[in-house]
């Protein structure tokens, strides 16, 4: 049996805030501090007409556009009709038409992600890349509380675990995070929300941004592997574990250490099933996002890509797949991945 029928291969969306930006004239600043889920809001069609192009490339699996949404966000987010920012009980709803809108954008056979970006995301400026995150959003506790408060909101979402096959841990830029999300997970408490139970999927998905091959907190691949699939967090593991928002010319560096630091759980004993690999780089050839003047540049030891972008990404699933490690490889775009992008995409991982 050939390596590629052992290792599925599925596709993912793109960048929706850049696309949204880039071909819908949205334009997003500190008034929007909801970013793509703002759409929500001011123009559902707008947000509908941008995913349903991803869901016509067509892709196996399209996240909802709830990356940036917490409390403080919608707190911070003035209309006219809302001048003082939202209400906590007013913000279910627009979490409802967003999976809506998911299920009318995807093609009939896929799947849905419920999208939920770190604590970082939510911070202004955002945080993500760099992970300093307030004091007191600075230990598993604290990030543990942060992210089951946020959670519960979805929670009232109207027959969610029917609706969306994953939820997706996004951009987690520290070792703290990773445990506090894996915390979350529990078969035992009957006050703990039903989406935290195991019965919907789940994956947890890192940044590495700048030159180095570690989290922005410092940490190494092995102990993300470790933080990410080790028991001793929660007896419920991720389904999947992966990369985002990261430049797509480091994928293979950390692809192989990921295989290599996964493969050693697994001969050690302490891994039951293989996880599944989950990869959206950014869509950029090397440009990264700088959050005080909001634009990408480019670095200054940028070199020119040798191959087109998605050709590059389908090179590193190849690889993934001769991993043989990974129950399956999940692959699409971050930041700047267009819905074209994401079409060529598929045609490049169809032809390896």
Known sequence: ???????????????????????????????????????LISSPETLRACQRRFGDVP???????????????????????HPRGFERSEIVPFLDLAVSIAEEAKAPRARIALSLGPYGACMVPSQEY???????????????????????????????ESRVSFIAFETIPRLDEIKAIRKLFTRSPSNTPSILNGNIAFWISCVFPGESFTLPDGSVVDQVIDAL???DYSD???????????????????????????????N???????????????????????????????????QAPMSPWDRQ????????????????????GCCKATHDDIARLRAAVRDI
């Open 1 to 39: 049996m050939s390596v590629n029928s052992l290792t599925p291969v599925l596709i993912l969306d793109g960048g929706l805030g850049t696309s949204l930006e880039d071909n819908y004239g949205v334009k997003f600043d500190e008034n929007t501090p909801l970013w793509s889920s703002h759409l």
């Open 59 to 81: 892709v196996d699996i399209l996240l909802t556009a709830t990356y940036q949404v917490s409390v403080e966000a919608f707190a911070r987010t003035k209309t006219p009709g």
């Open 130 to 160: 760099s992970g300093k995150y307030d004091a007191e959003h600075s230990s598993i506790d604290q990030l543990f509380a942060w992210h089951c408060d946020r959670i519960q909101l979805f929670d009232q979402i109207h027959h969610l």
């Open 229 to 231: 699939l080790n028991k």
């Open 236 to 266: 419920i593991i991720p389904w999947g574990i992966g990369i985002n928002c990261t430049r797509v010319a480091k994928l293979p560096r950390l692809v192989d250490a990921f295989g290599v630091a996964v493969s050693r759980l697994a």
């Open 268 to 302: 050690s004993g302490r891994l039951e099933a293989r996880p599944n690999l989950v990869l959206y780089p950014d869509g950029t050839n090397g440009e990264v996002y700088d959050t005080t003047t909001k634009t990408w540049r480019a670095l200054a030891s940028q």
């Open 313 to 332: 990404l389908a090179d590193v699933v190849a690889f993934a797949r001769d991993q043989r490690c990974w129950e399956s490889v999940v692959v699409g």
